[in-house]
């Protein structure tokens, strides 16, 4: 069984068992979490789709922990303008692990 979830703007595919970084997300570690925004579930052939989500669709998961991702660097440069800037960043996430989903 899979289920397709909504989570900080992007769509993440989840099945029981998978650990997966969010992005960041208020809630302590250990401490369990619900996704409402269930867009659709699978199992097997019977598929269930939501319009937009489905109703009484969850997924429960746990929160492992908290972290920041590899530094990604940008670099602005102009040719001939004596122009070179540089930046780094570095985003937040959190770790979760999967434990049920719950069709509608």
Do not use: C, W
């Not at 289920?3 to 960041?24: D, N």
């Not at 670099?75 to 937040?92: A, E, N, P, S, T």
Request: avoid cysteine; glycine fraction near 12%.
């Amino acid at each position: 069984m899979y289920a397709v979830i909504l989570s900080g703007g992007k769509q993440y595919r989840v099945i029981e068992g998978q650990t997966l970084k969010l992005e960041k997300l208020i809630a302590d570690v250990g401490s369990d979490i619900q996704f409402d925004h269930v867009l659709m579930v699978g199992n097997g052939e019977n598929i269930q789709v939501g319009k937009p989500y489905l109703k009484g669709g969850k997924v429960a998961a746990s929160v492992v922990s908290h972290g920041r991702h590899d530094k990604i660097r940008i670099v602005k440069f102009r040719r001939r303008k004596h122009h070179r800037k540089q930046m780094g960043h570095r985003q937040y996430y959190t770790e979760v692990k999967i434990t049920q989903i719950l069709a509608g």
